[in-house]
């Protein structure tokens, strides 16, 4: 019931859940591990510090927990121990790949783009060693995300669709149509949500989650804020959650904050990209959750709060301080920057 009710964001239930299991079974690193993400999705990063230091006491400690010290690694900053935990990943089947994605994200999320490109490549052979074609087609898929998200959607577009020709699971299908809907494919994005509602026409996190998010992308890239919105309204039940592995979070609240954005309605738009910023334990360490802070001094400039968009600017172009030079992301924020001085 953990991982149900993490799906849907229901993180309060969740933990009732994972603290359950835990009295349970104390000599389960797997109970461990649930109840240091469920806390880390509650933003309660001392207790997830208390849990994983518990499981090492009792000398749980196995490569189930990587991921959980490096997302903590993480959010301190504290690239040496995320290096560190990236290195014990090394060799460990289903773990390895795992972890090169998550670095990946890692340096997409700072602007570093050429780096990024080589941890998908590496995640990608890692999964096809551990002979996992569906894995390897879905770190393509999560790179093919950076791609579209920082600025190069006909690249995005080339690795979706090849990504598509070797794995065509349910989630490689939904994160295929959301890349290509990002991208300006809105016509193979569109047939990939119509083939998705038929073949899961039960499925809630299909229908009510990832369709909305699919849906909302093709609105925005057709110009239609309304109907981005109009879209996304299933999605608010579930915005929080944490649907599939692998894959990014918030992408229903960060639409959204794009389609007001869109419609010219900054104090909205702020307000769902201060959402993104404020659910960090969720959001961790995908790029949106960086160029959040670049659509809120948007939002900000546009109801004409200079000194809070200029904040946002700046906080934004500290993280990319060491991005790819010529990345456009980074031109225009610093070109939008410049024009609030």
Do not use: C
Request: glycine share 8%.
């Amino acid at each position: 019931m953990n991982s149900a009710y993490t799906s849907i964001g229901r993180y309060e239930q969740a933990l009732v859940e994972a603290q359950s299991a835990l009295q349970v079974d104390p000599s389960d690193v797997i109970n461990y591990t649930n109840l240091a993400s469920t806390y880390l999705n509650l933003n309660r990063f001392n207790d997830v510090k208390a849990v994983l230091e518990q499981a090492q006491a009792r000398h749980l400690e196995n490569q189930a927990m990587i991921w959980d010290f490096y997302a903590m690694a993480f959010l301190r900053g504290d690239s040496e121990e995320m290096a560190r935990q990236l290195t014990a990943a090394m060799g460990k089947p289903g773990m390895e790949d795992q972890m090169l994605g998550m670095q990946s994200d890692t340096e997409a999320y700072f602007g570093r783009m050429a780096k990024a490109r080589e941890f998908t490549r590496l995640a990608r052979a890692s999964a096809l060693r551990a002979g996992s074609q569906e894995a390897a087609a879905l770190w393509q898929l999560d790179g093919a995300l950076h791609e579209t998200e920082l600025g190069d959607p006909q690249r995005a577009r080339q690795q979706a669709l090849e990504a598509l020709a070797s794995g065509s699971s349910k989630n490689a299908q939904i994160m295929a149509a959301l890349v290509l809907a990002r991208s300006g494919d809105g016509k193979r994005a569109r047939s990939l949500a119509d083939d998705l509602s038929q073949q899961y026409p039960s499925d809630t996190l299909v229908n009510d989650s990832w369709l909305p998010a699919i849906r909302a992308a093709i609105a925005l890239d057709e110009k239609d804020s309304g109907a981005a919105l109009e879209a996304l309204q299933p999605a608010a039940p579930y915005e929080l959650g944490s649907p599939l592995p692998g894959i990014p979070f918030l992408y229903p609240v960060y639409l959204r904050g794009l389609a007001f954005l869109q419609a010219g309605e900054g104090k909205r738009a702020a307000a769902e990209f201060q959402k993104v910023l404020d659910h960090r334990g969720i959001g961790l360490n995908f790029p949106t959750a960086a160029l959040a802070h670049l659509q809120l001094g948007r939002g900000r400039a546009m109801i004409g709060d200079k000194d809070g968009a200029r904040e946002a600017y700046r906080d934004f172009l500290t993280l990319w301080k060491n991005a790819d030079a010529d990345n456009p992301v980074l031109r225009l924020a610093k070109a939008e920057y410049e024009k609030l001085k």
